[in-house]
């Protein structure tokens, strides 16, 4: 171990970290409007519409995020519709490309852990919103929303770490964020442990860090029953 | 002509080079499962012992694999793995060529994340396990290593099978970016093929295919397992 290099790496690393975090804050937003429209979708009660949002979200759990990174930027343009078509300009883009698969995936995730969360709120509480005559709106904002929020927090806290490790793959479709800035280092210095060692502890570093806020979160929620009864 | 000839089996389609990477994918996954098992039983008893060294570094090893990406953990063992053996190498004062090799390095990394994330699902089951029955295995006399393998071990399995499967499903997704190390299993042969026949479309799709039918059989597999092992509960699966 050359801890010169191992310290020495550092500065080249960090500079690929605003590329990581660009990719992981987009596609999380991305992600969790898709996964609100999903879990909407599922709990609709139309049978056909719940359908295609189960099998999407099948597909996507199923398969590796590698293969729908490599499917969205290799596969699609192989289409001549997709070639011919107006988003051609979007799908052409290696960083377009790895946000629509990190975005596509997470929401799958996303889309159970609200759906679960959605299902968690006792019956009873929604019986008795609803004989304290109480709109539909103001059920969701004061009775549902504030206790989902509180159960699906945690597993949603997980998900952000798991999108935070999957914008690594990124830099398998030739773009430079961390890991793709840890591998051209590695082979620059001829020190692959050193350099993935630090790149790994900026991960780390990373992640400790997202399950404090997240953990932070939890506190505030459990503490004042929500953010919803705020207001 | 039909694109779905690059699917044949033999000289004239990739069948069964496709059939050999699945095949390969599989033994990666199976041995990384099964060897990231063994391993994350002893870290979730370190979880849980009562000596603050074991659980410190039981601790440490499971966040720090948790929280670093899967592909990092894989170049590390790829690539670090030459760097190591060219230090052993030079120590013995051997100057050739030395490297790592892809399959094992690819199967020790999987086994390494396995172990991490089931060491977690052990360490759950074991503490879901009601504290009732260990007082009266005890109050029966039970020894220690009697109690472990007539009361924890058969519970906790039970209780940690619902995400064992899930662990599984980690597993198997993993072992696609093995194919960064250029070890020939399934995602490898999906990109070459699809390089080779400039039909990605196609062979990203079969890749797809292939991965669903590998979860769907497996999570019938799972279940199944667990309807088999919750038999005897009152109430427990399925009644």
Redesign the interface.
């Known amino acids: 171990m050359r801890w010169d290099v191992f310290f020495g790496s550092f500065p080249t690393l960090l500079s690929a970290l605003p590329v990581t975090l660009e990719l992981a804050v987009i596609s999380i937003t991305l992600g969790f409007l898709l996964a609100v429209l999903l879990a909407a979708a599922r709990l609709s009660g139309l049978r056909a519409l719940a359908a295609l949002a189960y099998a999407y979200v099948?597909?996507i759990?199923?398969?590796?995020?590698?293969?729908?990174v490599?499917?969205v930027y290799?596969?699609?343009?192989?289409?001549d519709a997709m070639r011919n078509s107006i988003l051609w300009p979007v799908f052409r883009e290696a960083y377009a490309c790895a946000l629509i698969a990190l975005s596509l995936n997470t929401a799958a995730y996303g889309s159970e852990i609200i759906r679960g969360g959605l299902l968690s709120v006792p019956r009873g509480q929604i019986e008795a919103a609803k004989a304290f005559g109480l709109s539909p709106t103001q059920r969701f904002r004061h009775v549902v929303f504030p206790q989902a929020l509180r159960a699906m927090l945690p597993a949603y806290g997980n998900e952000l770490?798991l999108m935070l490790?999957?914008?690594?793959?990124a830099?398998?479709i030739t773009i430079i964020e961390l890991?793709g800035q840890?591998?051209i280092l590695?082979s620059e210095t001829?020190?692959?442990?050193e350099v993935?060692?630090a790149?790994?502890a900026i991960?780390?570093g990373l992640?400790?860090v997202l399950s404090f806020g997240v953990r932070l979160l939890e506190g505030r929620v459990q503490r004042s029953g929500g953010f919803a009864m705020e207001g | 002509m039909n694109p779905l000839h690059l699917l044949a089996f033999g000289p004239t389609g990739w069948g069964d080079e496709l059939a050999y990477g699945a095949a390969m994918t599989l033994v990666i996954a199976a041995l990384g499962f099964a060897g990231g098992l063994v391993l994350g039983l002893p870290i979730a008893a370190a979880r849980l012992s009562s000596n603050v060294v074991l659980r410190a570094i039981s601790g440490v090893y499971v966040t720090v694999v948790r929280g670093v990406p899967e592909l990092l953990v894989i170049y590390l063992l790829f690539f670090g793995g030459g760097q190591f053996y060219r230090y052993v190498a030079d120590a013995l004062g051997y100057s050739g060529a030395v490297a790592a090799d892809a399959f094992s390095a690819g199967v020790l990394a999987v086994i390494l994340i396995c172990a991490a994330y089931s060491a977690e699902v052990f360490r759950g089951a074991f503490q879901a396990i009601p504290k009732g029955q260990i007082e009266a295995a005890n109050a029966f006399g039970m020894t220690r290593s009697t109690l472990f393998c007539r009361i924890k071990l058969p519970q906790m399995l039970r209780y940690a099978l619902p995400s064992i499967a899930n662990v599984w499903q980690l597993v198997l997704k993993d072992t696609a970016l093995v194919s960064v190390t250029g070890l020939v299993e399934l995602m490898r042969t999906i990109d070459v093929a699809a390089g080779s026949t400039r039909s990605p479309f196609l062979f990203y799709m079969t890749a797809i295919l292939i991965f669903l039918a590998f979860t769907a059989v497996s999570n019938k597999a799972f279940e199944g397992a667990e309807r088999h092992f919750s038999r005897s509960v009152i109430g427990g699966y399925g009644k």
Request: hydrophobic content about 45%; cysteine-free.
């Open positions: 099948y597909v759990r199923g398969t590796p995020l590698l293969a729908q490599f499917f290799y596969g699609l343009g192989q289409l770490i490790k999957g914008t690594s793959l830099s398998t890991t840890a591998r590695a001829y020190a692959p442990i993935f060692l790149a790994g991960y780390l992640n400790v």
